[in-house]
């Protein structure tokens, strides 16, 4: 807790000791009493204040994941804890850069107040918000009093999404007759990774278990589910932040109807992102965090080494240098996101998208063959 005089406390600190050395001079006893007045007034100011609130106080976010431009809010609950009135105060919070100021009123012994007020989400990414600021000052403004209390929170804004189609004509691979509708026991392998109960003992790889000193299982996917790669361009040399900021949302809105439709998918940047997509949830919340580098390696070494590795969609700048470029992958969507005029072009089935936002670029994925 910190107790500051206010500029007004100076003030009449100032002009008591004027006072009081005028009426010492001068023989005026009425100018030493007034004196006197002042300093009693900041010392009883200083008295008021300097007590630590004895409230206790609970903010809650909801929701605490959102929606880019999608309402959000906290709820602050305090309750005096101390058996005498609590006197009015207000309780400040950050959430980013945007503060808010909640004037709580007074509180009655072993009473409870419930405030609400937006937070900022105009903005993709993680927001900080707190901790809660209780500031007091006394009825002439001589002193004031700030003490932190509570514990910070993160409020995730999402990527904003559009309406975006399932790419329904994904190449699937087929090494057997008939589909196969469960993961466990089909027979692409997609990792290693450690075991975890539930998962069957005969998927366990003794060797990998041994060099890791903790059981390791094999895990399995159905060759025969379509695959989508999205290839997200970080790079700060070709993308602005606000040009970053729409390929990011392109992908979500194309990435969450893709996982939604039970498609696999996986999300890899250049600076080392390589995320296998197991639920949307998880996948927002990356999208949410991701942030750009100054990496300057080139783009397309990002993408896995694969010998059929389905429909690519590649978000970046200067498609038109990448699309000459031949992968393994069938189709392939490159996005533009820096053209000032949207276009659509197709060539060998290479699609190349030009677009100045992402509505236009989603708009024009729901029309690509693929």
Same mark, same amino acid.
């Given at each position: 807790?910190?107790?500051?005089?206010?500029?007004?406390?100076?003030?009449?600190?100032?002009?008591? =000791? @004027?006072?009081?050395? /005028? #009426? $010492?001079?001068?023989?005026?006893?009425?100018?030493?009493? !007034? &004196?006197?007045? %002042?300093? +009693?007034?900041?010392?009883?100011?200083?008295?008021?204040?300097?007590?630590?609130?004895?409230?206790?106080?609970?903010?809650?976010?909801?929701?605490?994941?959102?929606?880019?431009?999608?309402?959000?809010?906290?709820?602050?609950?305090?309750?005096?804890?101390?058996?005498?009135?609590?006197?009015?105060? =207000? @309780?400040?919070?950050? /959430? #980013? $850069?945007?503060?808010?100021?909640?004037?709580?009123?007074? !509180? &009655?012994?072993? %009473?409870? +107040?419930?405030?609400?007020?937006?937070?900022?989400?105009?903005?993709?990414?993680?927001?900080?918000?707190?901790?809660?600021?209780?500031?007091?000052?006394?009825?002439?403004?001589?002193?004031?009093?700030?003490?932190?209390?509570?514990?910070?929170?993160?409020?995730?804004?999402?990527?904003?999404?559009?309406? @975006?189609?399932?790419?329904? #004509?994904?190449?699937?691979?087929?090494?057997?007759?008939?589909?196969?509708?469960?993961?466990?026991?089909?027979?692409?392998?997609?990792?290693?990774?450690?075991?975890?109960?539930?998962?069957?003992?005969?998927?366990?790889?003794?060797?990998?278990?041994?060099?890791?000193?903790?059981?390791?299982?094999?895990?399995?996917?159905?060759?025969?589910?379509?695959?989508?790669?999205?290839?997200?361009?970080?790079?700060?040399?070709?993308?602005?932040?606000?040009?970053?900021?729409?390929?990011?949302?392109?992908?979500?809105?194309?990435?969450?109807?893709?996982?939604?439709?039970?498609?696999?998918?996986?999300?890899?940047?250049?600076?080392?992102?390589?995320?296998?997509?197991?639920?949307?949830?998880?996948?927002?919340?990356?999208?949410?965090?991701?942030?750009?580098?100054?990496?300057?390696?080139?783009?397309?070494?990002?993408?896995?080494?694969?010998?059929?590795?389905?429909?690519?969609?590649?978000?970046?700048?200067?498609?038109?240098?990448?699309?000459?470029?031949?992968?393994?992958?069938?189709?392939?969507?490159?996005?533009?996101?820096?053209?000032?005029?949207?276009?659509?072009?197709?060539?060998?089935?290479?699609?190349?998208?030009?677009?100045?936002?992402?509505?236009?670029?989603?708009?024009?994925?729901?029309?690509?063959?693929?």
């Amino acid at each position: 807790m910190t107790t500051r005089l206010t500029l007004r406390a100076w003030g009449v600190l100032g002009g008591a =000791v @004027a006072l009081l050395v /005028a #009426g $010492q001079l001068l023989g005026y006893p009425m100018l030493q009493v !007034l &004196a006197g007045a %002042g300093l +009693a007034a900041v010392l009883v100011s200083v008295l008021t204040v300097v007590r630590r609130p004895k409230v206790t106080v609970e903010r809650v976010l909801y929701p605490d994941r959102v929606e880019c431009g999608q309402p959000a809010l906290a709820r602050l609950v305090v309750r005096n804890e101390a058996t005498r009135r609590q006197p009015a105060f =207000v @309780a400040a919070d950050t /959430a #980013g $850069q945007h503060q808010s100021e909640v004037a709580v009123a007074s !509180l &009655a012994p072993n %009473g409870a +107040a419930t405030y609400h007020y937006e937070l900022p989400t105009s903005r993709r990414g993680p927001v900080a918000v707190g901790p809660l600021v209780l500031r007091r000052s006394d009825p002439f403004g001589l002193v004031a009093c700030r003490v932190s209390i509570g514990s910070a929170a993160t409020l995730l804004v999402h990527p904003k999404r559009y309406a @975006a189609r399932t790419a329904s #004509g994904i190449r699937q691979r087929h090494h057997f007759e008939g589909p196969v509708s469960q993961l466990r026991g089909s027979i692409d392998l997609r990792r290693l990774r450690e075991y975890v109960p539930g998962d069957e003992v005969r998927h366990v790889h003794w060797k990998a278990s041994a060099r890791a000193g903790r059981l390791m299982v094999r895990e399995y996917v159905d060759p025969d589910q379509p695959r989508l790669q999205v290839l997200l361009d970080t790079r700060t040399s070709v993308l602005t932040a606000d040009q970053f900021d729409t390929a990011v949302s392109v992908a979500a809105s194309i990435l969450v109807v893709a996982a939604q439709s039970g498609q696999r998918l996986r999300l890899t940047t250049p600076c080392g992102t390589d995320h296998d997509v197991q639920s949307v949830s998880d996948l927002l919340d990356e999208l949410a965090r991701i942030e750009q580098s100054t990496a300057t390696a080139n783009l397309l070494e990002s993408l896995p080494v694969t010998r059929d590795g389905g429909a690519l969609m590649v978000l970046t700048g200067n498609a038109a240098d990448l699309s000459t470029v031949r992968t393994s992958y069938r189709p392939v969507v490159y996005v533009d996101v820096t053209h000032a005029e949207s276009a659509l072009h197709t060539a060998a089935g290479v699609h190349v998208i030009h677009a100045d936002n992402a509505q236009n670029a989603v708009d024009a994925w729901n029309v690509v063959p693929t």
